[in-house]
């Protein structure tokens, strides 16, 4: 009966992109593989310095029906797009990988999916809370919220194929511009708070600032494709809403990505799409978090299924 079950599931398929995650990705590997089923793992490696790749190599030798693993170099976008085109199942999921999900996730993704073009999980910090409890600010689109990570977050992955996937240009923030398209292409986002992924939040103060930079580089990029987003978020209500030393250094560190952006991006500015919906560039151009260059999207260095 349980194997019957499973068929008439839609299989869904897994996208992970990593680099230098040694340390999170087995468990996070353990914690998707006691997911309900049909599924599929991808794991898009962007040429890791550390043993991620052996990793996930492994893995994909251990369960070679359920896990491949694949070495992209790219943006975040490069690698999540390279990951779909892997994937065989009719709705893709995202996480990353310093994440693990609770055992429900993958069947309350699935669920959603049933009746909403797009779903969005909870995301719950683990780590020292005070580079985690800091307010999201959040971005409404027809209604709907645009600013669900990719860290847990599920398309019908027709849905995301006709919207061209991720914009590879972008550092950060490539989720809200996936979202904000899908909204203006007429789908919905469905939230389950039950569809819980737990995030490894940054381990120094350091690296917590520097996420914060990059963050703020990307909502530069974003004004620059959609125009003004952030209209109603005024520098009042951003002062005032900043209730402790961390908050306040996380806000400067992410006007002084907005500004870099301003400074040094004239050059490479992210023009506006079209039409609503329209389909990002193509080109694997972007920078960030990964390594620019490597092999194109068709021909990534692969562990093959058999």
């Known amino acids: 009966m349980g194997s019957e079950t ?56 251990r369960y070679p029906d359920r896990i491949l693993a694949v070495r992209r170099s790219g943006s975040r976008g490069v690698g999540r797009n390279a990951g779909v085109e892997r994937a065989r199942g009719a709705y893709v999921a995202f996480i990353d990988g310093d994440c693990y999900a609770d055992p429900e996730w993958l069947g309350r993704m699935r669920a959603g999916l049933a009746t909403a073009q797009v779903v969005a999980g909870r995301t719950e910090n683990v780590g020292k809370p005070r580079y985690g409890q800091l307010e999201r600010v959040e971005l409404f689109q027809s209604g709907y919220d645009v600013t669900y990570p990719s860290c847990n977050l599920a398309y019908r992955r027709e849905l995301f194929r006709r919207l061209g996937g991720f914009d590879p240009r972008f550092v950060t923030a490539e989720d809200i511009d996936l979202n904000l398209r899908a909204v203006r292409a007429g789908a919905s986002i469905g939230y389950d708070p039950g569809a819980v992924v737990y995030h490894h939040m ?11 930079f990059w963050n703020g580089y990307g909502r530069k990029q974003l004004t620059e494709k959609h125009g003004s987003l952030w209209g109603r978020y005024r520098v009042r209500r951003l002062i005032t809403g900043q209730r402790s030393v961390v908050a306040w250094a996380r806000l400067a560190a992410a006007f002084a990505g907005y500004a870099f952006r301003v400074l040094t991006g004239a050059d490479h500015r992210l023009a506006p799409p079209r039409e609503s919906g329209a389909n990002p560039p193509t080109q694997d151009g972007g920078s960030g978090a990964t390594d620019d260059g490597g092999p194109p999207p068709s021909s990534p260095s692969v562990l093959r299924r058999p």
Request: glycine share 2%.
């Open 6 to 61: 499973n068929l008439r599931r839609p299989l869904t398929s897994v996208v992970i992109t990593v680099r230098n995650e040694e340390r999170h990705l087995a468990p996070l590997l353990d914690s998707l593989l006691v997911q309900e089923g049909p599924l599929e793992v991808v794991v898009v490696d962007a040429e890791s310095r550390d043993r991620t790749f052996e990793i996930a190599a492994a893995y994909a030798a």
């Open 202 to 212: 940054r381990t120094s103060f350091v690296r917590f600032l520097y996420q914060a």
